[in-house]
């Protein structure tokens, strides 16, 4: 289905602001619900990709749970309805206050990523009396061919506990009466399009199992990361969550009873949204045209931290002449640019651009870099 741009509503509002199509994050969520209805089975939002409270309570009331990294983002799910109980708390670098009010909210996990972690949940548990669920965030050592700043899975990561420790964390989790050991976290990185790195993960699963078949893992979190189609956002509005999720059903050795948890942030939200700027100046540079936006790298980063590119389009022309311009926003910085040579109809002062598919990683980076302020947003009836 293509988002459909409802433009005297777009014209009327401030920009720059987010634009969310909730037909299309319903459709998404029910593909999801289709496509992960295996035995077992159970996926979590991660709210790092998109926390607007009106997209997390679509997400909540589907049943979701949520992935969280922080306590303003376990507050926020529980704001927007998930119960406790299916909230999970990852990270490198929780604080004790994030971890003591967590235990008191009855959060389902922690997903502990070092021995000194472990430690600080286990004091904190025992001075409240209570005992912590703890799984173990595992780094996999697998390459996830994805761009380097959101690859998380190599031994060079910050992330995650190395295999040679695995062993003795887990005795060291199992024997402590503060500690519920709950199993085995992993997350190998972000816009994963080529499928394979999973495939590769779950066989990394199946031989730590076969490694510890002594031990009881209740649960494996095989972590997101899933891709979506950033040049093709009509063509391809809703990644292929079957053939993701059969991966796992195909090659994943699920013991008998035991869970398997999937945290997907991207791939649920990208599509869903776009941000809606409006052409400040068309200027004439040497041997160059800038279509200069009202919002830059304030309103949505990724382009100028990961090198990403969102399809540009034009929703307001109606010239039939197409022309090249570089897309460029109003922060001083060089890199503040959406797209070179973009081919767009042409354009001009006061037209709507759509930067598309940026509804994960979007709204939720905007910084008030410059005090701009933060975009707003606005929702498909
Ligand atoms: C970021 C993150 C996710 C979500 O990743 P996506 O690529 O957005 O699906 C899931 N789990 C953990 C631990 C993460 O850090």
Known sequence: MKTYFPLDRLRAESTPFYYYDMQLLDETINCIKKSAAYPGFYV?????????????????????GADTVSIGE???????????????????GKTDEEIAISLEYGIGCFNAESEPEIDAIEEIAKSQGRIAPVALRVNPEIDAHTHHYITTGLAEN?????????????????????????????????????????KILCERINALQDEYADVVIPTINVGGGLGIDYDDPDGNPIPDFKQYFDIFHENL?????????FELGRSVVAQCGSLIT????????????????????TALIRPALYQAHHKIENITSTSPEMERYDVVGPIC???DTFGTDELLPTTHRGDLIALRSAGAYGEIMA???NCRPLPSSLFSR
Not at 44 to 64: C, D, F, S, T
Not at 74 to 92: L, N, S
Not at 158 to 163: D, E, P, R, V
Request: proline share 4%; hydrophobic share 45%.
């Open 253 to 261: 050795k699920l013991r008998p009873g035991q869970q398997v948890h």
């Open 333 to 335: 910085e060089s890199s």
């Open 158 to 198: 910050k992330f995650g506990i190395a295999l040679s420790m695995l062993g003795r964390l887990i005795e060291r989790c199992i024997n402590s009466e503060y500690i519920d050991f709950k199993g085995l976290h992993f997350h190998i990185g972000s816009q994963i399009t080529d499928l394979t790195p999973f």
């Open 74 to 92: 376990i507050k926020a799910a529980i704001d927007a309805g998930f119960p406790a109980p299916k909230i999970v708390f990852a990270g490198v």
């Open 44 to 64: 979590h939002y991660a709210v790092k990709a998109n926390a607007n409270p009106e997209i997390l309570k679509r997400i909540a009331a589907a049943g979701m």
């Open 367 to 369: 910084s008030g870099y």
């Open 278 to 297: 409006r052409v400040t100046y068309v200027k004439e540079g040497v041997g160059k045209k800038f279509v200069i936006v009202d919002g830059g790298m």
